[in-house]
């Protein structure tokens, strides 16, 4: 058998769906190889921006290294944008989901904050609250969010930032992707 004979869900048999068990296993092998193909392709930007968005991505995730961050947030500053071309008016939340399995609690929830954490620095200049990260004041991750945005985040729009390529951050990614993914009922967040 190569394909399933179902063609409804409900009607597929144990062999059916441990073959298609068999190929999804495989499927997920390759995420980290298909994240970088699609960081590869973000050679433009949006009207107005000095550099793209690989070369956003690039000077976050090197900023990142370059403050000694794990490498798991480092991967996650490389990331932390990929929403953009998808979901740009829920880019933190779409890059947070694709992390989700891979990373702990506390850099899902940065990478799902952050969109609202740097309004911080633009919000005021569109009539809108800068000040929407403080409904999350007390949260345990709260501070580490506010650190991401200003170290990492909005500092990385210079065309003269020397970054590292995207081939330097490969491996990384590739070691995150191959983690066993946490369980979610171990991550109730």
């Known amino acids: 058998m190569k394909t399933v004979n179902f063609t409804q869900m409900k009607d597929g048999t144990k062999e059916e769906y441990l073959l298609l068990d068999k ?40 900023r990142a290294l370059n403050d000694k961050a794990d490498e798991e947030m480092i991967v996650a500053a490389l990331l932390h944008d990929i929403g ?69 985040d909005q500092a990385s729009f210079d065309p003269n930032y020397k970054s590292l390529s995207l081939n330097d951050f490969k491996p990384m990614v590739k070691r995150i992707f191959a983690r066993k993914p946490y369980s979610l009922l171990e991550r109730s967040i």
Not at 37 to 54: A, D, H, N, P, V
Not at 89 to 118: C, D, M, R
Request: charge should be neutral; glycine fraction near 6%; proline fraction near 2%.
């Open 23 to 62: 190929h999804e296993k495989n499927y997920i092998d390759g995420t980290a190889d298909r994240i970088l193909k699609f960081m590869e392709g973000l050679q433009s930007t949006l009207e107005g921006y000095k550099i793209t968005r690989l070369e956003h991505s690039l000077q976050s995730a090197t």
């Open 84 to 152: 953009d071309e998808l979901a740009p008016l829920n880019h933190s939340e779409y890059a947070a989901a694709v992390l989700k399995p891979y990373v702990t609690k506390k850099t899902h929830w940065i990478i799902e904050k952050h969109g609202e954490f740097q309004m911080y620095y633009y919000a005021h200049h569109l009539g809108r609250n800068r000040n929407l990260r403080d409904k999350y004041k007390g949260h345990e991750y709260y501070a580490d969010t506010v650190n991401f945005c200003e170290k990492w």
